[in-house]
């Protein structure tokens, strides 16, 4: 079974500063890893995938995510947040060797910048 | 292309009644995928296309749910016999494997509430 964990509900970061929002997965085999952002009213976007390759991964925005798979972790960052960066953030898995291929994602990290 | 377009946006019903959702996916896209969003909880998976074929649902997903793609194109999930559990936010996706399977592209999703 595969599953991703965001274990802050809600991120607070002042304008100008970086952001890092946490996740780690738990798959059986080797994960594909990707984030996606939700703005209100508004369908989950795209930001950045880790299929394989470098462990920094550059998305979307001026995000960016690192792939540490000896802590399981794949930690959404930025290095200067700005205010319309606020939006919940999902956090999902999929276990390219589970045979799924539906994602398993995260219960998602409300982020705040504030100006 | 104007995206995923999902209808209707919302549905208000009462218990026991039957609804239909429609999902319109980008047209060069062959997967699609229909997930269930509750509030403060990451999407969650149901059941995915690839072309018409129903490659994979959810163990999760009652029998009181189905869903179609006929000719491959636009997508419609049925819940019958609706009960106040089933109150959520349906999201559609697609996707290419052509292009990239792994990354999907949501709707703005159609919210339901059974009364």
């Known amino acids: 079974a595969q599953s991703v964990a965001q274990p802050e509900d809600q991120v607070n970061v002042a304008e100008g500063n970086p952001l890092t929002v946490k996740c780690t997965y738990s798959v059986s085999g080797n994960p594909y890893l990707f984030w996606y952002v939700q703005y209100p009213n508004r369908g989950l976007q795209f930001l950045l995938k880790y299929i394989t390759g470098d462990n920094l991964v550059k998305g979307s925005y001026g995000f960016e995510a690192e792939f540490n798979k000896s802590q399981t972790s794949f930690h959404l960052k930025k290095p200067s947040a700005l205010v319309s960066d606020s939006a919940l953030y999902f956090c999902a898995v999929r276990d390219i060797l589970g045979g799924a291929d539906g994602l398993t994602f995260g219960k998602g990290t409300h982020l705040i910048i504030q100006p | 292309d104007t995206g995923v377009s999902q209808n209707p946006r919302h549905k208000i019903t009462k218990r026991g009644q039957n609804v239909t959702f429609r999902c319109d996916p980008i047209?060069?896209?062959?997967?699609l995928y229909w997930y269930r969003q509750t509030l403060g909880q990451g999407p969650e998976f149901l059941t995915y296309?690839?072309?018409?074929?129903?490659?994979?649902k959810s163990r999760l997903l009652s029998d009181r749910f189905s869903a179609e793609r006929p000719k491959g194109s636009f997508s419609t999930l049925e819940i019958q016999r609706t009960e106040q559990g089933d109150s959520a936010m349906y999201l559609c996706?697609?996707?290419?494997?052509?292009?990239?399977?792994?990354?999907?592209?949501f709707g703005a999703g159609s919210r339901l509430t059974v009364l």
């Open positions: 047209s060069e896209h062959n997967r």
């Open positions: 296309f690839q072309n018409e074929a129903q490659l994979e």
């Open positions: 996706a697609s996707s290419s494997t052509v292009t990239g399977a792994n990354v999907l592209t």
